[in-house]
């Protein structure tokens, strides 16, 4: 019997491969070498969305503009070092006929401060209201017009632009706060199994009785009460494992409660944030959206990063349609990319946009905790980062660097056979678009190759002149601003 080798045909010895579009993300579920090269699966600092690889995410000192030509930052007195968790206040003056917003901060002397964002001062003002712990804050409209409230450790610090006022009798130890159907609604330390609630229209008086304040008992396998977020007119509760539903309104008699959803899975609670109208959150597998009825998984391609990583110090926000996760993810590689060189919490800043499910990944920078900051004619999104300059607010930025510092950008593709595991393939040259120096690194059947590329207006032909039997192609950038496009690798067969 005769037997034909199988060689490969004429039209595939020489095959040119575009990597023409970077939009598809990243999929690190798929086998590598069932996936095409223009998908990632490792790729950080850089954007995607735009076919290319460009500038991704940024931090810079936040800036306010506080008129129409000035601008200022917020850095903290000397005498406080460390900002711990802000909030935005905004309230109307009866007397100038206008809003005064106000950023509300607390610090780690205890205090909580103020700092006007209208004017070019920058000083922190004491309230004069102390907690031994972070506060939760929430906004809340009464008789006496807009006013801040500070809940924690027993006690509910009301602040309406003067001096403030404390009230500490039978208040419970707050740990989140929701205002719904006129009265406010929190977790609380100690007992977690109860949510208690306010009498209507008076946020300051928690006494249990059929006709102010009261407590509802949760029990069950979805586990203990952890934050309250009030969505679509309904209360709803974030527990260990699962969510639960309160609708409020009317007497107290008329309160109903209603389990949702159950999972196996840990909920990191301080990550759930109302996106319009579904709530966000990280789970232990990931990230999910739920609509009042249903939880659904959020296809990121990066799920396998999450596994096996704490995430209780992740945190979420939601501003301008997009929901802001800071978290810590398992990247697949040794490296060490800025804070990952020291203690941190969260390595890895995502940005998700709610409409088309792109995704942005800042990798390097510890977020602790952010909030939206808005007002007039500027939206921004403030942070507050583990490091060295903890007494100063930041924000997001898309330039591609933090505090002046470019970060690190890469994008690795699958290791790939193309298809013809029983050839050798013969790497000849790779050409590409880009309008800043970067690196194309080629891993090899084990051995890594680097390759210099000089940022031009026009396309760089780079020879490569590798053979191996499986491979994989990178882009680096350690520039700031970035534009990579249009890659085409030139392999033989042989």
């Known amino acids: 019997m005769f037997y034909k080798q199988k060689f490969p045909l004429n039209t595939k010895s020489n ?3 575009q990597l023409s579009d970077f939009s598809k993300g990243i999929n690190t579920k798929i086998t590598q070498n069932l996936l095409p090269l223009n998908y990632a699966v490792n790729c950080y600092n850089f954007d995607f969305n735009k076919r290319s690889l460009s500038t991704g995410l940024g931090i810079k000192e936040l800036s306010i503009p506080y008129n129409e030509t000035g601008t200022k930052s917020f850095v903290s007195s000397d005498t406080v070092h460390q900002i711990y968790k802000f909030w935005q206040y905004t309230r109307y003056d009866k007397s100038t006929d206008s809003y005064v917003p106000l950023l509300i901060m607390y610090c780690d002397d205890d205090n909580l401060y103020y700092v006007r964002l209208k004017t070019d001062q920058v000083s922190f003002n004491a309230i004069g209201a102390t907690f031994f712990g972070v506060p939760n804050g929430i906004n809340y409209r009464t008789d006496d017009g807009d006013c801040f409230f500070a809940c924690g450790e027993g006690k509910i610090v009301k602040y309406c632009g003067a001096l403030s006022a404390v009230y500490d009798e039978n208040v419970p130890r707050i740990t989140s ?8 609604f929190a977790t609380v330390d100690g007992d977690q199994n109860v949510i208690w609630f306010s009498d209507d229209l008076n946020p300051t008086n928690w006494n249990v009785s059929k006709f102010e ?3 509802i008992e949760l029990t069950g396998e979805r586990g203990v009460c952890k934050k309250v977020i009030e969505a679509n007119n309904q209360l709803y509760i974030i527990r260990e494992y699962g969510i ?3 609708s409020g309104w009317g007497l107290q008699d008329d309160f109903a409660v209603k389990n949702m959803y159950l999972t196996t899975g840990k909920l990191y609670y301080e990550t759930a944030r109302l996106c319009g109208q579904i709530i966000i959150m990280l789970c232990s597998d990931g990230l999910y959206y739920f609509d009042g009825g249903t939880m659904n998984k959020i296809n990121l391609g990066i799920e396998e990063m999450f596994v096996g990583v704490d995430n209780s110090k992740a945190c979420g926000v939601f501003l301008d349609g997009k929901y ?3 978290c810590k993810l398992n990247y697949p ?6 804070c990952e060189s020291s203690t941190y919490s969260n390595n890895t800043l995502i940005e998700l946009d709610i409409n088309t499910f792109e995704i942005n990944i800042l990798r390097g920078a510890d977020v602790i905790y952010m909030d939206g900051i808005k007002y007039n004619n500027y939206s921004k999104l403030g942070i507050l980062l583990n490091c060295l300059h903890g007494n100063r607010l930041y924000e997001l930025t898309h330039s591609g660097d933090i505090n002046g510092v470019a970060t690190r950008k890469y994008w690795c593709s699958p290791t790939t056979d193309m298809g013809y595991p029983n ?3 013969s790497i000849k040259y790779l050409s590409v678009n880009s309008s800043s120096n970067a690196t194309i690194i ?4 084990g051995k890594k190759y680097c390759f210099d590329v000089k940022g031009d207006s026009v396309p760089s032909r780079i020879p490569i002149n590798i053979i191996c039997s499986k491979f994989s192609v990178a882009f680096s950038c350690n520039s700031k601003e970035c534009e990579i496009s249009d890659p085409v690798l030139q392999v033989s067969l042989v």
């Open 177 to 184: 706060v929701a205002l719904h159907a006129g009265r406010l």
């Open 324 to 326: 802001y996760l800071a």
């Open 333 to 338: 590689d040794s490296e060490q990319i800025g």
């Open 213 to 215: 304040g009261g407590y």
């Open 15 to 17: 095959l040119k491969i």
């Open 442 to 445: 080629f891993y090899a059947d």
């Open 244 to 246: 639960s539903r309160i």
């Open 423 to 425: 050839y050798k393939k």
